[in-house]
């Protein structure tokens, strides 16, 4: 079994900024990918940003915003979010592409999501 578990959403103003943490744990041989999407109210699940090896792929509406890092070690992304607006309203959820044994197959993997709420 693998587990994604989010953290460190919360309220902040508008311009603020906050830093949530996925942790993956569990039954894990390799990790090829990991990265956040959000939902909004309404709206379909977005991607945010996904990292894998040395590509990292960002949302056009939050680039220059929010940065993603990896701690592979530790099985650990984060999402640094800054210059937050009201749009960017939404639960967090952390995703992750991972192998379990060294013959299986990649997998794709979903934390249970962490609200993120911007105040105007």
């Known amino acids: 079994q693998v587990q994604l578990v989010e953290s460190g959403g919360g309220l902040v103003q508008t311009g603020g900024s906050l830093r949530l943490s996925c942790a993956a744990s569990?039954?894990?041989?390799?990790?090829?990918?990991m990265g956040w999407y959000r939902q909004a109210p309404g709206k379909q699940r977005e991607l945010v940003v996904v990292?894998?090896?040395?590509?990292?792929n960002y949302a056009d509406s939050v680039k220059g915003r929010f940065t993603i890092s990896r701690d592979n070690a530790k099985n650990m992304a984060y999402l640094q979010m800054n210059s937050l607006k009201p749009e960017d309203t939404a639960v967090y959820y952390c995703?992750?592409?991972?192998?379990?044994?060294?013959?299986?197959?990649?997998?794709?993997?979903w934390g249970r999501g962490t609200q993120v709420t911007v105040s105007s």
């Open positions: 990292a894998s090896g040395s590509s990292t």
């Open positions: 569990g039954s894990i041989f390799s990790i090829n990918a």
């Open positions: 995703y992750a592409k991972i192998k379990q044994t060294l013959y299986s197959y990649m997998n794709d993997y």
